[in-house]
């Protein structure tokens, strides 16, 4: 049975990634030195500089998970950890530029116009290999043959998620279970895996146990019919019922842990994302500082009182702060109880309903993000009297608070703001949360610019 050229060459082909790698770093200098001197080759002064670079990623990528296989993972995973990569490479690089004493050759201007070719080249290529080998895939090539042990609801999602999943590049051989699996042929029964593996030992990369957690006993009658076999085992949870967010394997202490719920904005991810907020939110303001004069001004002479509306909200870690706004309502519009803010809310202002619903009531928030109380992207923030209410009937509405409050979200540039459906909304947040990363971020931040802010239910 044909395995695919990667399979026989994995030696061959993880030089070639390695190469890959290497070449956009030099890619991106010599592009770099091009446009900056008018020459592609490094003057000699600066080759120290280049290899040591090449050096760093030579130790570094591999260390942080750049060769691991990436099957049947999205390529946006990918290339957000090539990101990551290059990123801790340049800071590598710089750092040790600083405490040689200046005897490596450095440029900013060089060094600036390096990290965003190098960066564009790598993410191009990286990008460009794995929409090529998805392809590959697709057409039969570099398979890999699973065995799939389970007769289940679980079983069977599997099935079909791997036939309606060809760039997965997995093909199932068949089945062991006391019932037969759709669109799989029944192998034989649980007792019979043993027999079947050493017969056919080959013919089989991976075995996927398919199996309720309730099962334990046969789950482990299983692992010691597999105890001689040289396949990679993988075990496959039925999780319906849990929702998780950013689950996970790892281990404390020796022992195996299932992280059924983290939140992904920690440790390196939170420094990377709290960069974000304050570059990002430095810069806006500084752009918009015309604007936000001219909307505080508007809102002096249309209404007295302050320019700015304060509002206690929760945000991560059920932390409260005060959230601001440009004032749309007269002052003291809420003596006799709380309002549903909205453009058509019969207690704003003229001014404030125009300012409510373009959404620039929400500038101010930048503020709030330079403050450290809030992110650009991220789930909104509720009152905490309306936090009490909704913990309580929708079900995972917490764990919005796993990270930081934003000023936009997923749920907002689908449609779910203001007064809509808060399940849907929940949803969006959990999704968001689920599949965080700074591309994820910047894909949100582009969308509103062009479709988030003025919306018929913008509050």
Same mark, same amino acid.
């Given at each position: 049975?044909?395995? =695919? $050229?990667?399979? #026989? ?20 200098? %010599? ?23 090449? %050096? ?25 950890? %090539? ?6 490479? +340049?800071?590598?690089? =710089? ?21 965003? /070719? ?14 090529? &080998? ?32 060809? *760039? ?9 279970? !006391? #019932?037969?699996?759709? !669109? ?7 007792? #019979? ?29 299983? &692992? ?6 040289? +396949? ?18 790892? !281990? ?5 842990? /299932? ?28 752009? /918009? ?18 320019? $700015? ?43 404030? +309903? ?6 620039? !009531? ?33 079900? =995972? ?20 703001? =203001? ?19 700074? *591309? ?20």
């Amino acid at each position: 049975m044909s395995k =695919g $050229f990667t399979k #026989e060459n994995h030696v061959l082909v993880a030089i070639m990634h390695r190469c890959s790698d290497l070449f956009a770093i030099f890619l991106g200098f %010599a592009l770099s030195m091009w446009l900056i001197n008018g020459e592609v080759w490094p003057q000699k002064s600066f080759i120290l500089t280049l290899f040591l670079s090449f %050096a760093v990623a030579f130790w570094l990528y591999p260390h942080l998970g750049m060769y691991r296989t990436w099957r049947g993972e999205t390529k946006l995973k990918e290339v957000g950890l %090539a990101v990551y990569c290059w990123s801790i490479n +340049q800071i590598v690089l =710089g750092a040790i530029y600083y405490i040689s004493d200046n005897s490596l050759t450095y440029d900013n201007t060089l060094f600036v116009y390096w990290y965003l /070719i190098g960066l564009l080249a790598l993410v191009v290529i990286r990008f460009s290999i794995r929409v090529l &080998l998805n392809k590959y895939r697709s057409k039969g090539g570099n398979q890999r043959h699973v065995l799939i042990i389970g007769d289940g609801n679980i079983a069977n999602r599997m099935v079909a998620k791997i036939y309606n999943s060809p *760039w997965t590049g997995y093909k199932i051989v068949g089945s062991f279970g !006391d #019932e037969s699996l759709r !669109d799989c042929e029944l192998l034989g029964d649980f007792n #019979e895996i043993e027999g079947y593996i050493n017969t056919h030992c080959e013919e089989i990369d991976q075995v996927w146990i398919a199996l309720p957690l309730s099962d334990e006993l046969l789950v482990e009658r299983i &692992l010691y019919s597999l105890r001689n076999a040289t +396949q990679t085992i993988r075990y496959i949870p039925d999780m319906r019922g849990f929702r998780l967010i950013n689950h996970s394997v790892s !281990d404390i202490a020796g022992m195996p842990v /299932i992280n059924l719920s983290m939140s992904p904005i920690s440790g390196s991810n939170q420094l990377l994302k709290s960069l974000e907020d304050k570059l990002l939110s430095g810069l806006i303001l500084l752009m /918009i500082s015309p604007v936000l004069i001219a909307l505080a001004v508007g809102v002096k002479l249309t209404s007295p009182g302050p320019v $700015f509306y304060r509002q206690e909200r929760v945000s991560w870690n059920n932390k409260k702060f005060m959230m601001l706004k440009f004032r749309s309502m007269p002052q003291n519009s809420e003596k006799d109880g709380i309002q549903w803010g909205g453009a058509k809310n019969k207690t704003n202002t003229k001014f404030g +309903q125009f300012i409510r619903k373009t959404s620039l !009531d929400e500038l101010p928030q930048f503020i709030n993000v330079l403050k450290g109380d809030m992110s650009i992207v991220g789930p909104r923030p509720e009152r905490t009297i309306f936090v009490q209410q909704f913990k309580d009937e929708i079900p =995972g509405y917490m764990q919005k608070h796993m990270v930081k409050a934003g000023i936009t979200g997923w749920a907002q540039i689908n449609g779910w703001r =203001g007064d809509t459906d808060l399940k849907k909304r929940i949803d969006c947040d959990l999704y968001y949360i689920d599949n965080w990363s700074i *591309w994820f971020d910047i894909k949100i931040i582009f969308l509103t610019i062009f479709k988030g802010f003025v919306n018929k239910n913008a509050y």
